[in-house]
């Protein structure tokens, strides 16, 4: 019996349904040392991941999808609301709502069935180049759920630094095509750039 619990307790505390806490310490650990406080969109089923709570002081904006119940009869009898329009098509909602918001944000997480079903939005946005899956579950509780998770990380945003002024913060190791870019347009030269970092 104890040897029986002990393995049902490391699985359900290493293994399963792991992602909603894996995927937000990855971000935070990534995180440390910027500048500026952090934006994240979650574009998963409702309360799937810690809010601001677990992020701490880490965290600006947390985006999620909504699903808060219509008691003031705002929706029609036919409307879905956000989590479920944004689940009956992915690319839909993209285009018509996340479109005029993404670049808000500095991340963005979703299940891997989701990015895989629009990833040709994602693509077109520049969201493919820094992705990375993170391990979920084996047991899935939801046809929303998948058994990993994926996190984007490329984006960009201006943060005011206490030395230097506005300085172009890029997420995502962008080291190298930066200084490809900064040569090639010709805002420096080669021989005055240098590239710094881990």
């Not at 992020?55 to 999620?64: F, G, K, P």
Request: charged fraction near 25%; include cysteine; proline fraction near 3%.
């Amino acid at each position: 019996m104890i040897a029986i619990n002990f393995g049902i307790a490391i699985f359900t505390s290493r293994y399963h349904q792991v992602g909603p806490f894996a995927a937000p310490r990855r971000i935070i650990e990534e995180w440390r040392g910027h500048h500026g406080k952090l934006s994240v969109a979650a574009l998963m089923p409702c309360y799937s991941i810690p809010g601001h709570a677990f992020w701490h002081n880490h965290l600006e904006t947390l985006r999620m999808l909504d699903c808060s119940p219509d008691l003031e009869r705002i929706r029609g009898a036919a409307e879905l609301d956000e989590a479920d329009e944004f689940h009956t098509n992915a690319t839909k909602w993209l285009i018509e709502k996340f479109s005029k918001e993404h670049t808000k944000y500095q991340r963005v997480l979703m299940y891997e069935k989701i990015y895989e079903s629009s990833r040709r939005w994602f693509e077109s946005n520049n969201w493919h180049q820094c992705m990375e899956k993170v391990w979920h579950s084996i047991a899935l509780t939801s046809s929303r759920e998948d058994n990993y998770m994926i996190k984007h990380s490329c984006n960009g945003t201006i943060v005011e630094h206490p030395e230097y002024g506005e300085v172009i913060q890029l997420t995502g190791d962008q080291r190298e095509k930066v200084k490809d870019f900064l040569i090639k347009v010709g805002i420096v030269n080669e021989s005055n750039c240098r590239v710094h970092g881990f």
